[in-house]
């Protein structure tokens, strides 16, 4: 399995963005997976940010980015995303996107959780 997290850039605050996470594999379908966002910044533990179920519509998302940020999948290309609105400069970090095949466990919030990362994908909000 394999995730390429994609879209990262330098943004002035109050700019949008939307990271992408394209999932390969010879098995691998995102439809049999939670998909999560968690970032990264300088100094600072990863944190959670949202993650997508799969199931019933069942997504989260860290209460510094509610309201903010959207995550979506498209089963049919693999990929989920992470729409990013009125970005402010504590955004700034590398953005990782991950996988778990645990459909059952209800703690996606915890990085532990998780069996596939990306690479990883650089934001950076400054004016």
């Known amino acids: 399995v394999q995730l390429q997290a994609s879209g990262g850039e330098l943004v002035q605050p109050g700019a949008s963005l939307r990271l992408s996470c394209v999932g390969s594999?010879?098995?691998?379908?995102?439809?049999?997976?939670?998909m999560g966002w968690f970032r990264q910044a300088p100094g600072k533990e990863r944190e959670f940010v949202a993650f997508?179920?799969?199931?019933?519509?069942?997504?989260t998302y860290a209460d510094s980015v509610k309201g903010r940020f959207t995550i979506s999948r498209d089963n049919v290309k693999n990929t989920v995303y992470l729409q990013m609105n009125g970005l402010k400069p504590e955004d700034t970090a590398l953005y990782y996107c991950?996988?778990?095949?645990?459909?059952?466990?209800?703690?996606?919030?915890?990085?532990?959780?998780?069996?596939?990362w990306g690479q990883g994908t650089q934001v950076t909000v400054s004016s």
């Open positions: 991950a996988a778990t095949s645990n459909k059952r466990s209800g703690n996606w919030r915890n990085s532990d959780e998780y069996d596939h």
């Open positions: 594999g010879r098995t691998f379908s995102i439809s049999n997976y939670v």
């Open positions: 997508d179920s799969g199931v019933n519509y069942w997504i």
